[in-house]
């Protein structure tokens, strides 16, 4: 990153840092120097019946002045309410082609890693699909990516959250920086190019340590120097429902999670992981199986 693109971030107050229109239009204008800039964004879906149209309809006035937004892939993983009824009556309005649905096996971590495969664009952002996360906020992550050359973007979250919420985050981001070299590991919220993305999240973890996981990888990999985790975002309440993972047990399975994959940098070995330890802490909950994946 330049100097000068340093102070320029540095310089940014608030009121541009979250102004929707400044950001698609910022980055309109340095995406159009490049046509081959696609970005696909892949939302791993579980039970959003309630979230699903607000969401589509903030994607879809992204789409109308942003058009390097190519697609939006909604993955269900052990989905049991009406989600799919509802984005597949969305995604048949006009102007709306541009929405997908898939499906896969196990949670969050399968959801992640089928969407980023079967995404389009050469760009791809990761995002939550419980409607903390706005779309208008999608350019400003990929800027780092598209005008200056990073490999992976990481939000910061700024904003809401409770009071439970903000001690164990900030817990495990000292954590996770000490131990693993990287500190904004959870967010919802992420973005890379594809193929980075492809090398680093891994195949076959498919529970709620993905983020975790994957973060580990991109150090590993060779891939720190190329992050960016210089982008400020807004998190905001749940749009509806509750969340599907109770903050205290999983935040025991990642931190199980990190000692082992500490371990494994030492050692060449990971600690055995219970399996009834890991379901506890690592599934969502309610989660059930469904048909093999489209």
């Known amino acids: 990153m330049t100097a000068e693109a340093s102070v320029e971030r540095k310089q940014l107050t ?7 229109q400044k950001n698609v239009a910022h980055l309109s ?47 269900l993983n052990n989905t049991a309410d009406g989600t799919e ?7 048949k309005r006009p102007g ?5 649905i ?4 196990g949670s ?6 089928r969407g980023v495969e079967l995404a389009r664009g050469n760009v ?5 699909s419980d409607g903390q996360y706005d779309p208008a906020e999608i350019p400003r992550l990929v800027r780092p990516i598209v005008d200056e050359g990073y490999s992976i973007a990481i939000a910061r979250n700024h904003g809401w959250a409770n009071l439970q919420r903000r001690i164990i985050s900030e817990t495990f981001k000292k954590l996770t920086r000490t131990l693993l ?11 890379g190019t594809k193929e980075a993305l492809l090398d680093t999240i891994p195949r076959d973890v498919q529970g709620l340590d993905i983020d975790v996981r994957w973060m580990n990888n991109v150090v590993v990999k060779g891939y720190g120097q190329k992050v960016s985790c210089d982008v400020e975002v807004r998190l905001h309440p749940r749009l509806h429902g509750r969340t599907t993972f109770n903050p205290l047990k999983l935040s025991l399975g990642l931190l199980y999670t990190t000692i082992s994959l500490t371990m494994q940098r030492k050692t060449g070995r990971e600690l055995p992981f219970p399996r009834v330890l890991k379901e506890l802490t690592l599934q969502p909950e309610g989660t059930h199986s469904r048909a093999p994946a489209k």
């Open 85 to 91: 009824k509802v984005l597949e009556d969305i995604s």
């Open 102 to 105: 898939t499906y896969s096996e």
């Open 108 to 113: 969050r971590g399968s959801a992640i890693r």
């Open 14 to 20: 608030e009121a541009q840092i979250f102004s929707p």
């Open 124 to 128: 791809v952002v990761v995002m939550d």
């Open 29 to 75: 204008a340095f995406c159009h120097t490049d046509q081959a800039c696609e970005i696909s964004v892949v939302l791993p879906t579980m039970n959003e019946e309630q979230n699903a149209e607000e969401l589509c309809q903030k994607l879809y006035g992204l789409s109308q002045s942003y058009p390097q937004l190519t697609e939006a892939i909604f993955v």
């Open 181 to 191: 070299g990287v500190e904004y590991v959870q967010t919802g919220f992420k973005a």
């Open 96 to 100: 709306y082609e541009f929405l997908r």
